[in-house]
């Protein structure tokens, strides 16, 4: 898999990580599992009365069940503490010596707090007959999403660009999007020049620093298509409307590449079609460069 394709994955499937909850993030989780296992992987239904044993999925082979808690308000120490526990002693009742293995499966990005491990820790002392695996945190998921075939993760998320579709990108898909995003309200500003340092400073990922550098490759034609565009000043215009975008998306407290991923939307990078995503990388790397989306690092910052 080339790095761009790759980087491209890895942003949508980390994304994909920070916004699902609850019962769309144990899907996601299963989806995971099943393409990574095959039919060994069983997801596990409620059914009426009986529940879903207190388990989401199992390995068959491992005879390993899996319990998912991603609450959508975050973690409360009573509530995860009575989860952990409750999930585990209901699993271990209702599953038996069928059960040799249990994992605990959340959606916190940081890692589960402290007591929360001491209790998976209490538990697994107290069970020696049943092996209790260190919890599945969102960053072990990544990293298992990255290895499934890349046709499987076309399925979910699409086709992802490639340097073949970099490098064939002319000024036709270009000028169109500049068209399409060309009627915005927006005030304009002056436009700074990008700090070296601009990427570390934001936080941004190596993977979003991947997609931005496939894009300078063709600021270029953004650059031409500008400078001879009828209204002089639209290349000025349009920054502006970037940096509202911005500044709006900052309000919100989302994560340095969920921004830049709703920044390339913005652009017009909602398509599944490789020449128009990778037409919104080449505009998002132009105004990247150009004005302030994202923080300038203050002079002497180093990273």
């Not at 909850?21 to 409620?46: L, P, S």
């Not at 009573?78 to 599953?95: N, S, T, Y």
């Not at 997609?211 to 002089?232: F, S, Y």
């Not at 017009?268 to 490789?274: A, E, I, K, L, N």
Request: hydrophobic share 40%.
């Amino acid at each position: 898999m080339e790095r761009i394709t790759s980087s491209w994955y890895a942003v949508h499937i980390e994304l994909a990580l920070l916004k699902k909850k609850e019962q769309e993030y144990e899907d996601f989780f299963c989806w995971i599992m099943e393409k990574k296992h095959g039919t060994n992987f069983q997801r596990v239904k409620a059914a009426g009365r009986d529940g879903d044993a207190k388990s989401d999925g199992f390995l068959f082979t491992e005879k390993c069940v899996f319990q998912s808690y991603a609450p959508s308000s975050g973690f409360q120490k009573a509530k995860l503490l009575a989860k952990i526990e409750g999930d585990f002693e209901g699993a271990k009742e209702r599953w038996g010596k069928k059960m040799e293995q249990w994992a605990f499966v959340h959606n916190e990005t940081e890692g589960l707090p402290p007591y929360a491990h001491f209790k998976i820790m209490e538990l697994d002392e107290a069970n020696a007959d049943i092996a209790i695996q260190p919890s599945v945190q969102p960053s072990h998921l990544k990293v298992k999403a990255l290895s499934l075939d890349e046709n499987h993760l076309a399925e979910l998320f699409g086709p992802a660009l490639s340097y073949h579709d970099v490098t064939q990108l002319n000024h036709e898909p270009v000028k169109y999007l500049l068209r399409a995003i060309q009627k915005r309200d927006y005030k304009v500003e002056n436009i700074q020049p990008v700090s070296v340092n601009k990427l570390q400073y934001n936080q941004l990922s190596n993977d979003i620093e991947v997609l931005l550098t496939a894009g300078r490759r063709k600021e270029k034609l953004v650059e031409d298509l500008l400078i001879n565009w009828p209204d002089p000043e639209y290349g000025n215009e349009l920054s502006a409307a970037f940096i509202s975008k911005y500044r709006e998306l900052v309000s919100q407290e989302l994560s340095p590449d969920e921004i830049f991923m709703e920044l390339k939307t913005f652009a017009g990078g909602d398509s599944r079609v490789p020449s128009e995503q990778v037409s919104a990388l080449a505009v998002l790397s132009y105004f990247f460069e150009r004005c302030d989306i994202f923080e300038n690092a203050p002079e002497g910052w180093s990273p």
